[in-house]
């Protein structure tokens, strides 16, 4: 117990702010998946984009703000009180990485492993994939004009 309150020191008030609110988008977004129909939180998936604001910081900005964003966000998925899945990572990752300028693109792939369809998502900004290991692209093929009710249903 001492050694995780020693780990919680060791994060700035900045980083901790982060933490927090992924914690509390996670516990949004899984409520949503969870206990409502899919058509009551579709149109939030696309109700994501950047800021137009914050656009031209996206360019001047280093990637390692979006990866040391990523990486609070897996901290915080971990410590969560129910299993976070990929969809819910991907929509809580891009809403958070949307709120401060960054434009990221969410992909549903789709791999048969031992005779059982098996979906998975990843998010992608600039065309590089930034919450997953670049293979993703490899395991999985991604879904493209497909029936998102369908596709979606699958994730959860």
């Not at 914050?54 to 360019?59: G, L």
Request: hydrophobic fraction near 45%.
């Amino acid at each position: 117990m001492m050694a995780s309150l020693d780990k919680i020191f060791k994060f700035s008030a900045a980083e901790l702010f982060v933490l927090l609110e992924a914690w509390f988008v996670f516990f949004k977004w899984d409520l949503l998946i969870s206990f409502t129909q899919y058509e009551n939180w579709r149109s939030e998936i696309g109700d994501l984009p950047a800021s137009s604001a914050s656009i031209t910081k996206a360019k001047e900005t280093p990637p390692e703000q979006v990866k040391h964003i990523i990486k609070l966000c897996e901290i915080a998925g971990r410590f969560h009180f129910r299993k976070m899945n990929c969809l819910r990572r991907c929509l809580s990752q891009k809403q958070m990485l949307a709120k401060r300028g960054f434009n990221t693109r969410m992909h549903i792939g789709v791999s048969i492993e031992e005779e059982q369809l098996k979906a998975h998502a990843w998010l992608t900004l600039q065309g590089n994939v930034i919450n997953d290991s670049e293979d993703v692209l490899s395991r999985y093929s991604e879904l493209k004009g497909a029936n998102e009710h369908t596709i979606l249903s699958a994730l959860k």
